[in-house]
């Protein structure tokens, strides 16, 4: 397993990136990305702090990418927002998606997959347009182990397969208890309706061989 979505103490984590890369090694993972919650205000902020780790990051046990998860932006601004992320050195960008558990506006789906990103995060009620936009575009969709936006991993895995979309599994971690073992991840993938979740683990590793070129 990779987990691609990870918030650190530069968002609303509990943890700052050492401790993070020392956890998933420690369990297993065989990578990890730190992706804190941005806007416009803030994404300059979060990868000028995460940045300094790109020069030592060999001297960590897993693969490590910064990047950021545009949160909660307007739709119509969420072009904007990423292609500052992709200026200010992030290495992957994702997009926090409507969840069913979070205010999330309307229409952040749809504008998300139309931008280059890596990830949908916790897309919840996607619809089928959107998702065939995802396919077009590229676009992962995240399949997720965190409470709550766990919800809708039946309903993203029937559309998202329907028109042939990628997954990726992620934790969404904000705290040392919200990493899974791979065990219980692949549990997860199956109980969301996917059987081959070496297909899924691959995903996420050809996002970080791609991410850390």
Not at 110 to 119: C, G, H, L, S, T
């Amino acid at each position: 397993m990779i987990d691609l979505h990870v918030h650190s103490v530069f968002s609303d984590g509990e943890l700052i990136p050492s401790e993070i890369v020392r956890r998933c090694a420690h369990i297993g993972y065989e990578g990890v990305a730190i992706t804190d919650h941005a806007d416009l205000s803030n994404i300059s902020l979060i990868l000028r702090s995460l940045e300094k780790l790109k020069d030592v990051r060999d001297d960590y046990e897993i693969p490590l990418l910064i990047g950021v998860e545009i949160t909660h932006v307007p739709p119509k601004l969420i072009g904007r927002a990423v292609e500052m992320a992709w200026k200010e050195g992030a290495e992957i960008v994702i997009v926090h998606g409507e969840t069913i558990v979070e205010p999330v506006m309307e229409g952040t789906n749809y504008y998300a997959v139309q931008e280059e990103i890596d990830i949908l995060a916790h897309p919840g009620l996607i619809d089928l347009k959107t998702a065939e936009l995802a396919k077009e575009n590229g676009v992962y969709l995240e399949i997720t182990t965190r409470k709550g936006h766990c919800l809708t991993n039946g309903h993203v895995v029937k559309v998202g397969s329907y028109v042939g979309c990628e997954f990726v599994l992620n934790n969404d971690a904000h705290s040392p208890s919200d990493f899974v073992s791979v065990e219980l991840a692949e549990k997860v993938l199956r109980g969301a309706g996917i059987e081959d979740t070496e297909k899924v683990f691959e995903n996420s590793r050809k996002i970080l061989r791609k991410r850390l070129k």
